[in-house]
């Protein structure tokens, strides 16, 4: 792509489509909760196809302006959307310079809980802090060191979860759930004595919720102090096989540049969304049984277990229904483009629906495709970027998988699920824009699958 000079400054949109972005694309973004989802407002913005409308609206803006970045016509800030696959590749590639991570917005939400995480960091700090994060997490290895203690957390946890399903009638919704995901997710990052430490959970929740609302909401100084002094109980205890004892053997000196605890919010909030990928994979597994045998198979024939399968649903999962819909970058120079000169300073906007969905490029886009992930390119060139891409990439990507595929394993193991209603989703019609994993529930049909396969 030539990107020399070229003196016009970028096309703009009008002001009746400013507002209709701002109103159809990031409205219903922001609205469903950045940080913390809002249930309600999710279920409405499901019931009326909103996420649907808004990569609706891109595509109509991309046909009349072509493919380069578009300017938005918003008096206060410098805003520009990518409507281009390579332009979205191109600015994931070359982050954090000229593309911080470190965006305006971004920074005002997770000021409230982690104003030294590697993200909202930029230059020396966001160096140290993001290679501090790539340590612990081991970004670049599919089977983490602790990989078999997640994996046995999350069998035990799996038991407990179908128990408890039978004792409910039968029925999995989302805050039964819930409740087991936060169980795993906190022995998994704080240690086994932390699994039923619902207040931490709920000190964060409550963070989060105010930082929702960005600059708009001051910051909750107290709650963030308390909050940081429970982290730091972990942190001592360093329990074996936890998240916390890698960071603690990372890093000693807890207040040099790699800020490590403010890190630990981060990996604590984002694994909710990863909870959410797994119940919504649990309804296309279930909307896809012959896929779901297969994914079953895979793991029953292999030793070690493939979860490959498995961790495509989740991927599927995640590029229907993208927990980062909005993927955020400010340009920290004047950057040059094709179609003209973009100014320092500007947000720039990576929808990742649009380019998820986007049905001019990939075939059947709205149909449930998980051979597409287990292909060796994967998905190709094309950005697919549920966890981002380049050095921004997401550091927890491989044990976001590890950690669902094996709780999707377990689940499907001991018990056969059903959707409920069973047409809440189906194999036969396209994938909705969006799915609301609060208003999805299932119901256990048949208890230990293994038992009957080996009747
Ligand atoms: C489904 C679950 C998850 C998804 C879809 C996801 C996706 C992402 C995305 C898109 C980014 C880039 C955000 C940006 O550039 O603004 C990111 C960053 C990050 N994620 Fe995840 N994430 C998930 C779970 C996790 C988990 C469980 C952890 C830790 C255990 C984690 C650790 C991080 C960290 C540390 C960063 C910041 C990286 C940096 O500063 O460059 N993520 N994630």
Redesign the pocket.
């Given at each position: 792509m030539d990107r020399t000079s070229t003196p016009e400054a970028l096309p703009t949109a009008t002001l009746r489509e400013t507002i209709a972005i701002i109103s159809q694309v990031m409205a219903p973004n922001v609205a469903k909760g950045v940080i913390r989802r809002r249930p309600n407002v999710v279920g409405v913005v499901e019931r009326f196809g909103l996420d649907a409308k808004g990569i609706r609206q891109l595509q109509a803006l991309s046909k009349k302006y072509g493919r380069g970045p578009l300017m938005l016509n918003v008096p206060t800030k410098r805003m520009a959307v990518i409507l281009d696959p390579a332009d979205a590749n191109h600015v994931l590639a070359h982050t954090p310079e000229p593309f911080a991570?470190d965006e305006a917005l971004?920074r005002s939400a997770l000021g409230h809980f982690e104003p030294k995480?590697?993200?909202v960091s930029h230059g020396e700090a966001?160096q140290t802090?993001?290679h501090l994060?790539e340590r612990v997490?081991q970004s670049d290895c599919p089977h983490h060191l602790f990989a078999d203690a997640f994996a046995q957390v999350v069998e035990e946890e799996a038991e407990t979860l179908v128990a408890r399903t039978q004792t409910r009638f039968d029925e999995l919704d989302w805050p039964t759930f819930q409740h087991a995901w936060e169980r795993i997710v906190r022995r998994v990052?704080l240690g086994d004595s932390a699994r039923d430490d619902q207040t931490v959970t709920r000190e964060l929740a409550r963070l989060r919720k105010a930082a929702n609302w960005g600059f708009m909401r001051p910051k909750r100084k107290r709650l963030q102090q308390r909050f940081e002094q429970h982290l730091a109980f972990y942190y001592q205890q360093a329990e074996p096989h936890s998240?916390m004892a890698m960071l603690h053997h990372t890093n000693q000196e807890a207040d040099s540049a790699p800020a490590p605890l403010q890190?630990v919010p981060?990996?604590l909030f984002?694994?909710d969304?990863?909870g959410m990928?797994t119940f919504r994979a649990l309804a296309l597994l279930c909307a896809h049984p012959e896929y779901a045998a297969s994914a079953l198979d895979e793991v029953k024939d292999a030793s070690p277990p493939s979860m490959d399968r498995f961790k495509a649903s989740v991927l599927e999962a995640?590029r229907l229904w993208?927990?980062?819909p909005l993927?955020?970058?400010q340009t920290t120079q004047a950057t040059q483009w094709k179609q003209g000169e973009m100014p320092a300073n500007t947000s720039l906007l990576i929808h990742t629906p649009y380019f998820h969905r986007d049905e001019r490029y990939l075939h059947a886009a709205h149909r449930f495709l998980p051979e597409m992930w287990l292909r060796p390119d994967g998905a190709g060139r094309w950005p697919l970027?549920?966890?981002?891409a380049g050095?921004?990439?997401?550091?927890?990507?491989h044990?976001?998988l590890l950690v669902t595929s094996r709780l999707l394993a377990a689940l499907l193991r001991r018990a056969r699920w059903a959707l409920h209603p069973p047409d809440k989703l189906s194999g036969e019609a396209p994938m909705p824009g969006l799915l609301s994993p609060f208003h999805v529930r299932f119901r256990l049909e048949r208890h230990s699958v293994e038992s009957d396969a080996t009747a």
């Open positions: 991570t971004k995480m590697s993200l966001r802090r993001r994060n997490l990052v998240l890190q981060q990996w984002a694994f969304p990863a990928a995640l993208p927990t980062t993927i955020l970058r970027v549920p966890f981002s050095p921004g990439v997401c550091p927890g990507r044990i976001v």
